[in-house]
């Protein structure tokens, strides 16, 4: 069966908790909208529809149905929303309605698309700070002299800078010849941190599109960790269970947040448009209840009540990677249509010829002493048919805890992810 690849770039995990009243409250910034000036009707669109807030919402969904299959997880919200929307561009009828409803879009397509566009555009401006980067790269690979319509490869282009490629797919020789090609592309794209993300096999006669879409973040931290504070220790990985793992700690200001329920503390990177959250349940065995999908409402409430305070901080140096076949976690989640032969995708080719044959995704996280760096990838493939206080704040990640990267002036998720067994 033929595929079209959608390939994404992921980290961290989504964790938000109910708030609670502090000192020196720091409030958030709101989620950027997006930019909808009246049309010639006089009608303005929908200008309560966020595309932070629907890549949020979607992290949240897919978390909760990963959480049951995974230990350490990472992945990019952001990245795997960006890919599907490139997809959904594609997408008509009832198909594109199970998508829209997966992906937790609202409002006229072209505003969304606009507001994929605006927000990389932020999000890029905001990865050339210092020593942080921030890339984000898509494309377009197509089976050659095979009809995709120029009304669609003009959206791709204009609105995610996803130029055409042309690929042989028309034997094995060249199929994996255009493998290579492609995953090469995604290894440039990821400081070589996602390697084959199409594997064997994955691309045979019948593929017609590979989407791509790839983010690579590497950051310092504003208060970077000394080595030579690094010490080693226990971390409860279960109730009748540790491992030892690196621990890195310092003593800084740092936003920070409690409740009965949880701790977290907010890592800045130097540029300070971009930083990590770290949510620490209180409980120290048995995380994977925690790890259900929680509602953004929360994400921003936590963000919301942050207060600035000393913080006594011991965080575990680690890396983690996952890699996820995503069609049956989409498909629970309602995006069933896309996958079988009822599937409409005919503003790609005007015709109803194409069907997802799988999405697959890598992600990867380090997390040091200095800072941190992230990267993923996913592929959809489609087929065809046939304050201080008098004592600072201890805050020890001894035990199984919850991670994102965000960007703070829209919000969005970046990277996701949780952290389990060392």
């Known amino acids: 069966m033929r595929t079209l690849l959608c390939l994404l770039l992921c980290l961290p995990g989504l964790f938000i908790f109910p708030g609670c009243k502090q000192k020196s409250v720091i409030v958030a910034p709101q989620p950027v909208q997006n930019s909808v000036a009246a049309d010639e009707s006089g009608q303005q669109g929908n200008l309560t529809f966020s595309i932070p807030y629907a890549v949020n919402d979607f992290s949240s969904s897919l978390s909760e149905q990963l959480s049951s299959s995974y230990d350490n997880l990472v992945f990019s919200p952001y990245s795997i929303s960006a890919a599907l929307a490139m997809t959904w561009a594609g997408a008509r009828e009832k198909t594109a309605a199970e998508m829209e409803k997966v992906l937790h879009f609202s409002g006229q397509p072209e505003n969304i698309h606009k507001g994929f566009q605006s927000l990389t555009g932020q999000l890029e401006m905001a990865g050339e700070s210092g020593s942080t980067l921030l890339t984000i790269a898509n494309a377009l690979w197509a089976q050659e002299e095979y009809r995709f319509l120029k009304e669609y490869t003009d959206l791709a282009d204009a609105f995610y800078g996803a130029g055409m490629n042309n690929m042989d797919f028309s034997n094995p020789a060249s199929c994996e010849q255009s493998r290579q090609t492609i995953n090469r592309w995604v290894e440039d794209r990821t400081n070589n ?89 209180r409980t120290q065995t048995d995380l994977k209840p925690s790890f259900k999908g929680i509602p953004v409402i929360l994400f921003d409430q936590i963000r919301s009540n942050l207060s600035r305070l000393e913080v006594s901080l011991s965080l575990p140096r680690f890396k983690s990677e996952t890699e996820i076949n995503l069609n049956e976690s989409l498909k629970l989640m309602g995006m069933q249509e896309a996958f079988n032969r009822e599937a409409d995708f005919s503003g790609m080719t005007g015709n109803k010829d194409l069907f997802i044959d799988f999405i697959v995704h890598k992600a990867f996280i380090d997390v040091n002493e200095k800072g941190t760096e992230a990267a993923a990838a996913s592929g959809v493939g489609m087929a065809l048919k046939s304050g201080y206080m008098g004592e600072p704040v201890r805050f020890n990640a001894d035990h199984p805890f919850h991670y994102l990267i965000f960007n703070r002036e829209s919000g969005v998720i970046l990277f996701c992810g949780r952290f389990i067994k060392p």
């Open 193 to 281: 941190k996602i390697r084959d993300l199409i594997g064997p096999g994955m691309l045979n006669s019948l593929t017609r599109l590979v989407l791509t879409n790839a983010i690579w973040f590497t950051g310092s931290w504003l208060h970077p960790f000394d080595l030579y504070n690094s010490t080693e220790g226990p971390f409860r990985v279960s109730a009748d269970r540790t491992a030892t793992v690196t621990f890195m700690n310092q003593i800084s200001v740092f936003g920070y947040y409690e409740d009965s329920i949880l701790q977290a503390v907010v890592l800045p990177y130097q540029g300070n448009d971009i930083a990590m959250m770290i949510i620490l349940p």
